[in-house]
């Protein structure tokens, strides 16, 4: 072969590894740009306060379908307000049902501003008591524009000085087909949860293979002093069936 032609197929492969370069490099731009799209991580800050409030009688029914109507009906039901939750209707029972927003997540959760996650929840009296001032505190802190530290801080401050004691029996209905629990997650499945003092997963078996019962993580490494064990449940609260695979 001549020096001639050798020179032309080098400049050939050259100019193929050119290309080559170049199209790793759109589809790596390509990847990084769906990634900084993923809607996991496109909530970096809070958005305005509008994007989180509902029509009042529509909250309202989204909180009540957290539980069985035989327990919602005569249920209290707080919804949000500018500054903080609010009584719409008073209750009979004892249970007092609110949809929770995402702040209620946990916070280092990619989700903790998400504005369209609504998660109906139904509290039974000694949660009522005593869990549900934790939603209404950091709910306080949130929208008085503190940053995440500062809600931290405040959290422990409200702990020590104003929170009550966790009562035995703390549990609550997330039961609702309607709600909302994240980008990834939707409406996940109809589930119970159980509040004890800060406890390991192993006391209730949680999160092992064949277990029903999972570790709730939204208070895992939080301020607030609880531990909060899951149980999915077979139906919605309107009693019609749901999903067996649970994520």
Not at 30 to 37: F, I
Not at 52 to 63: C, P, S, V
Not at 173 to 195: I, K, T
């Amino acid at each position: 072969m001549s020096s001639t032609s050798k020179l032309a197929i080098n400049r050939k492969i050259l100019r193929m590894n050119a290309l080559g370069a170049v199209a790793l490099a759109i589809v790596l731009c390509g990847v990084c740009q769906s990634q900084a799209q993923d809607p996991k991580t496109s909530y970096p800050s809070m958005a305005p306060i509008d994007q989180y409030l509902m029509d009042r009688n529509a909250e309202i029914a989204l909180a009540r379908s957290a539980a069985p109507e035989s327990i919602s009906r005569d249920a209290e039901v707080s919804v949000l307000g500018r500054h903080g939750y609010e009584t719409a209707v008073k209750g009979k029972n004892g249970f007092v049902c609110v949809v929770e927003r995402s702040w209620m997540s946990p916070f280092d959760d990619p989700q903790f501003w998400n504005p369209k996650l609504r998660g109906p929840i139904c509290f039974n009296p000694p949660a009522a008591r005593s869990i549900l001032p934790l939603t209404f505190k950091r709910t306080e802190l949130v929208l008085a524009g503190l940053s995440k530290a500062q809600i931290v801080d405040g959290i422990k401050t409200f702990d020590k000085k104003e929170l009550p004691a966790l009562e035995p029996g703390g549990m609550c209905y997330m039961m609702s087909s309607q709600g909302y629990l994240g980008d990834s997650a939707g409406h996940w499945v109809p589930h119970l949860m159980f509040y004890v003092p800060q406890t390991d997963g192993v006391v209730w078996g949680a999160d092992l293979p064949g277990s029903p019962v999972m570790l709730n993580p939204q208070f895992q490494g939080a301020p607030e002093p609880v531990t909060v064990f899951m149980i999915p449940v077979l139906k919605w609260s309107d009693g019609t069936a749901a999903p067996t695979d649970a994520h």
